[in-house]
């Protein structure tokens, strides 16, 4: 069986040790506090999937530069400080299997370090001197906080509809990978046709992205027990699976389900009632829909990939990034 994940690292091994370095070079805040909490979040083991996404589309768009993996930092730094906000909200104890930034510095000191990597992605975007790639930095900060405070509004809400979470995801996920494509497009000067399928490749990819996660959330099987861990259904996350199993299980099913998540406050899921909601997100379908859905994102990807005018191997590169990602 192919290790996907293996290959793609093999193949963009130097592209992952030279942003590794523009990260840390580039971060450069005036309170050591600041590296500190930054380095806590931005060093703690993070795949550099989007800034690596970004560095792959400028190539494929031409680009011939040096500032690449320096711009690249943008969408890393953006991530780290929308991981630094949700481990607050959500109440997260452990992130990457470290503790959380604010148990270790406060709930303050995360929330204002967060809020400096987002300034500090708007400055690396503006050294650029295009006014479309900061425009295009500042919609997607935009459009994050508005998915994040829409994901807060309705937190533990069993009405979520499938409208809702595809908004949520899309602001939340897809805007990013879709600005870190669309901007590789922008530096590299590349024609209007090339913009809108690298974009539409890394929209795609991104949402593609989410759902895949979810599917694993719920129904990722542990090698060493050969059990779903379920990490998602025990935490009682409103994810796809959940969200269209509530609108499409039988009545009885869907009563079920609605009686164990409304315990959310109460007390932890019993491993009981875990096999139970895995029983039933199995017998309605909801496993088969969201993985589905999650190939047809991904199958939209490839197309748009595959409407870019480039040589094999850059080729290579994307459709690996793609599928090693996303596997399920």
């Known amino acids: ?43 703690a083991g993070g795949k550099r999937l989007r800034p690596l996404l970004m560095v792959l589309s400028a190539r494929i768009c031409g680009y011939k530069g040096d500032y690449d993996k320096i711009f690249s930092t943008t969408f890393e730094y953006l991530h780290a400080a929308t991981l630094l906000h949700d481990d607050l909200v959500d109440g997260a104890k452990l992130r990457r299997g470290k503790p959380v930034a604010n148990s270790i510095w406060g709930n303050s000191t995360a929330v204002l370090v967060g809020d400096f990597l987002l300034a500090r992605g708007l400055s690396i975007a503006a050294a650029t001197g295009k006014l479309k790639v900061i425009k295009v930095i500042a919609g997607v900060t935009e459009s994050m906080s508005q998915g994040e405070i829409h994901q807060l509004m309705r937190k533990g809400a069993l009405d979520l509809t499938e409208a809702e979470y595809m908004e949520i995801i899309r602001r939340k996920t897809a805007v990013l990978f879709e600005g870190a494509c669309r901007i590789s497009a922008f530096i590299a000067n590349a024609s209007k046709k090339e913009e809108k399928a690298v974009s539409g490749y890394g929209y795609n990819m991104g949402m593609a992205f989410q759902m895949a996660d979810d599917v694993k959330g719920s129904f990722w099987t542990s090698a060493a027990s050969g059990k779903p861990e379920a990490g998602d259904i025990r935490k009682r996350k409103k994810t796809l699976p959940l969200v269209w199993a509530l609108q499409h299980a039988s009545e009885p099913d869907a009563s079920r389900l609605r009686e164990i998540y409304a315990a959310e406050a109460t007390a932890p899921m019993s491993q009981p009632e875990v096999d139970e909601v895995l029983a039933i997100l199995e017998g309605c379908g909801a496993h088969a829909e969201a993985l589905g859905r999650a190939r047809r994102y991904r199958d939209e990807a490839l197309a748009d990939l595959d409407a870019l005018p480039i040589d094999p191997e850059r080729r290579a590169e994307m459709r690996f990034l793609l599928e090693s990602v996303i596997a399920i």
């Open 1 to 43: 069986m192919r290790d996907l994940k293996r290959e793609i690292l093999t193949m963009v091994e130097k592209d992952l040790k030279e942003i590794e370095i523009a990260l840390a070079d580039n971060l450069n805040p005036y309170l050591d506090l600041v590296s500190d909490v930054a380095g806590h979040i931005l060093f």
